[in-house]
């Protein structure tokens, strides 16, 4: 083997013999290698990556401003649709990766959130028409959570999902207090109407120091800095802008939705005093 600096230069071909036969003596002679062979010069790879065991390459880019990572991929896949021919296939790796496999998964768990919410609250007021009044009330605190992240401009990534999921419970709270009280006053010989009044009036303070408090306690995810702040920043607004704007809608929506569907459905208490 030769040495290093030997390697790379050409003409060290013409130091490296190999045997050869004499067609005149008939014995063997030592011919240099630079005799038998030819040499060119080209451009190649310095190393050949493999994905999946297959030649790849990789394409690295940062985002522009006022664009998401979601984007970015759409406007990549659709020019290399045109680009690229049918054999060339593409995956993802990083946070690309990550963001595919989350992002059809988010819908997934959203929807079991919300259904395992519903169960136990039907498990609770052994009913199935008071958990719809609750949990009607949800999309407003995902609305309030997208217009935060909008006025914001932050994106709709994994860790602002986690806040949207964290809303269904604390949502579904503020919906029991009332839910639940106006149930008891209705045991008592209240109507509909006024027990749910009643029962939105007298729970508002409670209400409202929960949200409060909850808020509060999301401001130092806001406030955050240093490495990890977007996942922490994207989370504390969701909350933030999620209960903030729901505090007071459902105040007015969840005692309407009750006025409407509590007469389908009895209390427990009503029908043992029945």
């Known amino acids: 083997q030769a040495e290093r600096k030997d390697r790379r230069d050409l003409n060290s071909l013409s130091n490296v013999f190999v045997r050869s036969g004499n067609a005149t003596t008939g014995s063997p002679s030592l011919v240099p290698l630079s005799v038998l062979v030819s040499t060119s010069e080209s451009a190649a790879a310095a190393e050949l990556r493999r994905y999946d065991r297959l030649p790849s390459i990789t394409?690295?880019?940062?985002?522009?401003?006022?664009?998401?990572?979601g984007q970015a991929l759409?406007?990549?896949?659709?020019?290399?649709?045109?680009?690229?021919?049918?054999s060339v296939k593409m995956t993802y790796s990083g946070q690309s990766k990550v963001f595919k496999s989350t992002s059809g998964g988010a819908m997934v768990s959203f929807a079991f959130a919300l259904l395992i919410v519903f169960l136990v609250l039907a498990a609770q007021f052994e009913s199935f028409i008071y958990p719809f009044v609750i949990i009607l009330a949800v999309p407003l605190a995902i609305a309030g959570a997208i217009?935060?992240?909008?006025?914001?401009?932050?994106?709709?990534?994994?860790?602002?999902?986690?806040?949207?999921?964290?809303?269904v419970g604390l949502m579904a709270k503020n919906g029991i207090l009332i839910v639940e009280f106006a149930n008891q006053l209705r045991a008592t010989g209240y109507s509909i109407r006024d027990a749910v009044v009643r029962a939105a009036v007298l729970r508002l303070r409670p209400i409202v120091m929960t949200v409060l408090s909850t808020i509060l306690g999301a401001m130092p995810l806001i406030l955050a800095s240093g490495a990890g702040a977007e996942s922490r920043i994207a989370i504390g607004w969701v909350i933030v802008g999620g209960l903030g704007l729901a505090l007071f809608l459902t105040l007015f929506l969840t005692p309407v939705l009750y006025d409407l569907m509590a007469r389908f459905a009895k209390t427990k208490t009503s029908e043992a005093v029945s």
């Not at 992240?149 to 949207?164: A, F, K, P, R």
């Open 59 to 69: 394409l690295s880019a940062g985002l522009a401003p006022d664009y998401t990572l």
């Open 74 to 86: 759409d406007y990549m896949e659709s020019g290399a649709v045109d680009a690229l021919p049918a």
């Open 147 to 167: 217009y935060s992240l909008t006025v914001m401009d932050l994106s709709l990534n994994v860790y602002s999902q986690i806040g949207i999921i964290l809303l």
